[in-house]
């Protein structure tokens, strides 16, 4: 075995061992009456019925309206604003992103330079809330995942689409297994769908679950 299969080896036994050391404490600690994770509510069949499932969140993005009105919020290196451009065409994309310095310019530079593409650095929320109600056609959120910051990222976006507008989530989750964190997306996107009544249009897989869904207003 080559010395850097045996330090391979090795590190994988000290995951393994944190692992279980965690799975442990974890049991613990819901044994003393404790909550950790924080599970999204259930909803009524009459907000899924109409849900169509698709392989890849490339599906849910073609089958957004065309030359439309379109914001992401989350853009991250700008590697799938690319992807919506080149799939869904929009007149307009308004990137937000808190920090745009981990932006990779050469993804959107050239829909930059011909006004395609528009980016704004600072609070998504306060960004949106500047934006005119039904201004957008469809909003990509895949911003901070913490439960609180959706809600906000909900909260603003959802006065900000046209009628029959989309709100589509990335990492429609509770839990990243990679990361080992609370995702709240799910829990703070279902709780919206109660209170708003808006219905699931589309879910799409992804190999480790961090799923897309997209939402709209019935």
């Given at each position: 075995?080559?010395?850097?299969?045996?330090?391979?080896?090795?590190?994988?036994?000290?995951?393994?061992?944190?692992?279980?050391?965690?799975?442990?404490?974890?049991?613990?600690?819901?044994?003393?009456?404790?909550?950790?994770?924080?599970?999204?509510?259930?909803l009524p069949t009459s907000l899924v019925e109409n849900c169509?499932?698709?392989?890849?969140?490339?599906?849910?993005?073609?089958?957004?309206?065309?030359?439309?009105?379109?914001?992401?919020?989350?853009?991250?290196?700008?590697?799938?604003?690319?992807?919506?451009?080149?799939?869904?065409?929009?007149?307009?994309?308004?990137?937000?992103?808190?920090?745009?310095?981990?932006?990779?310019?050469?993804?959107?530079?050239?829909?930059?330079?011909?006004?395609?593409?528009?980016?704004?650095?600072?609070?998504?929320?306060?960004?949106?809330?500047?934006?005119?109600?039904?201004?957008?056609?469809?909003?990509y959120i895949d911003g901070d995942h913490y439960y609180e910051?959706?809600?906000?990222?909900?909260?603003?976006?959802?006065?900000?689409?046209?009628a029959g507008g989309y709100l589509v989530f990335n990492d429609?989750?509770?839990?990243?297994?990679?990361?080992?964190?609370?995702?709240?997306?799910?829990?703070?996107?279902?709780?919206?769908?109660?209170?708003?009544?808006?219905?699931?249009?589309?879910?799409?897989?992804?190999?480790?679950?961090?799923?897309?869904?997209?939402?709209?207003?019935?």
């Amino acid at each position: 075995m080559s010395q850097a299969s045996e330090n391979s080896s090795e590190l994988l036994k000290e995951v393994e061992a944190a692992r279980r050391a965690f799975r442990d404490k974890m049991v613990g600690y819901i044994k003393a009456g404790n909550r950790y994770h924080h599970p999204a509510p259930e909803l009524p069949t009459s907000l899924v019925e109409n849900c169509r499932f698709l392989g890849s969140r490339r599906e849910i993005i073609s089958r957004m309206p065309k030359n439309g009105i379109v914001a992401e919020v989350g853009v991250d290196k700008g590697e799938f604003s690319r992807v919506i451009l080149e799939i869904a065409q929009p007149e307009h994309l308004h990137l937000i992103h808190m920090d745009l310095t981990r932006l990779d310019y050469q993804n959107v530079q050239d829909a930059v330079a011909t006004g395609q593409c528009e980016l704004h650095g600072g609070d998504p929320p306060e960004i949106l809330s500047e934006f005119q109600d039904r201004y957008f056609d469809w909003i990509y959120i895949d911003g901070d995942h913490y439960y609180e910051a959706v809600k906000q990222d909900l909260e603003a976006a959802k006065s900000k689409l046209k009628a029959g507008g989309y709100l589509v989530f990335n990492d429609y989750s509770v839990w990243s297994p990679i990361g080992m964190t609370h995702c709240g997306v799910a829990r703070a996107v279902n709780e919206f769908c109660l209170k708003e009544g808006w219905e699931f249009v589309y879910f799409s897989f992804q190999s480790m679950g961090y799923n897309d869904v997209a939402i709209r207003k019935v």
